[in-house]
């Protein structure tokens, strides 16, 4: 297992937001009567109460709603670039040429695109993604698409970018498997048509192809899987970019506080979090503190970011919620003091969560044609 460094703690909220507004979610309009209650006759007696009506919700202004978005929310960038690794052309040509390339992994069988499909939205849609020798992990694979924007990278924190993250899974017993960084050197090194990449990559280094220089070309075409869509465009201030339904759904996830932890450009990734406001959610998976060593970062997690929800099935750290109902039905009873979502607030909540899903550029995650061989690169080792 590769060695996880530990980063530096990072802001936190408590956990326990808006439960006032959350507990009225739905209201119905009671009889208000005076003072005195009506007194009972026999034909009052036998009249069953009728059932107060549900109140109609209010029609939502676009206009209105934009500039409360925008206290929350951003568009996304088109590249979120990182000054310590600066963008060329070269580099995200080597980057997603090794996004691709199974012969980082021990077995010549898996790549970063294995788990993180960029043509399913930059998931495998497994609960937990299978490995070398088919081994699995115990956390979901989460989307690299919108990654960058993050605070940090893993559910856990443990990277602090893209650049670092795309390190890991290679010499990761149970993921890529590869034994050493030098070993992933070497096998690169052995494929002719690397070292030109390399070199034009970082030009003036004697050494380019170095295992750093492997998670920084990665990372600065990871950069660039941006997926901009509808609620951009709103943003923006094209307010017919989200249906009404939509509009209903993004102020009943304003109002009901969902924006304490999901905000930013990418609805998330900015801060770590406890399952479970109202009710503790059961995980024996102890998240941030395996890094810090903090009691109060137990069963603490990165909050995902929610670009593209509702293709990236299934949720959670632990890929319990195997559908967005699942996960809906899991924030309402954890994080909620109603406890549920009645069929409007879903169907509205639903709606919006739609319209966060964005384009995939097809030419920038086009896959390459990768080196051949060279007469030195090791063969695949299956044990």
């Not at 498997?177 to 070993?183: I, K, L, M, Q, R």
């Amino acid at each position: 297992m590769n060695t996880i460094p530990t980063l530096p703690k990072r802001a936190r909220l408590t956990g326990s937001w808006a439960l006032a507004a959350l507990a009225g979610l739905s209201l119905t309009i009671g009889a208000c009567g005076g003072d005195e209650a009506p007194k009972k006759t026999a034909k009052s007696a036998a009249k069953k109460p009728k059932t107060p009506a549900k109140a109609a919700a209010p029609e939502i202004s676009g206009v209105e709603l934009v500039d409360a978005a925008k206290k929350y929310f951003s568009p996304l960038p088109a590249r979120a670039d990182n000054p310590n690794n600066p963008t060329s052309a070269e580099k995200v040509a080597l980057g997603r040429a090794l996004y691709y390339e199974t012969r980082l992994s021990k077995n010549h069988d898996l790549s970063c695109n294995s788990c993180h499909m960029l043509d399913k939205f930059g998931v495998d849609n497994e609960k937990t993604s299978p490995g070398h020798k088919g081994q699995r992990g115990e956390r979901n694979s989460p989307t690299v698409y919108n990654a960058a924007t993050h605070f940090s990278q893993f559910w856990d924190g443990r990277a602090a970018d893209v650049e670092e993250q795309a390190l890991g899974p290679i010499l990761n017993p149970i993921e890529m498997a590869v034994a050493s960084e030098d070993s992933a050197v070497a096998v690169l090194a052995s494929i002719p048509g690397y070292e030109k990449m390399f070199a034009a990559a970082f030009p003036g280094e004697d050494k380019p192809i170095t295992y750093a220089n492997i998670g920084k070309a990665i990372g600065d075409f990871e950069r660039g899987l941006m997926t901009p869509g509808p609620f951009d465009d709103f943003l923006k201030g094209d307010i017919t970019a989200l249906s009404p339904d939509a509009l209903q759904g993004l102020q009943l996830f304003i109002d009901a506080g969902c924006v304490q932890c999901h905000t930013g450009p990418n609805l998330g990734g900015i801060m770590y979090q406890k399952l479970g406001s109202v009710k503790e959610y059961e995980t024996e998976d102890l998240g941030r503190f395996e890094i810090t060593k903090n009691e109060a970062d137990k069963k603490a997690f990165k909050v995902p970011g929610l670009r593209n929800i509702v293709k990236t099935a299934p949720y959670l750290h632990d890929g319990s919620a195997e559908t967005l109902d699942d996960v809906l039905n899991v924030m309402a009873e954890y994080q909620t003091a109603k406890g549920k979502l009645d069929d409007d607030e879903r169907r509205h909540l639903t709606a919006f969560l739609e319209a966060l899903t964005g384009t995939i550029d097809a030419e920038y995650i086009k896959k390459p044609e990768l080196p051949e061989n060279g007469p030195k690169t090791p063969a695949p080792d299956p044990s």
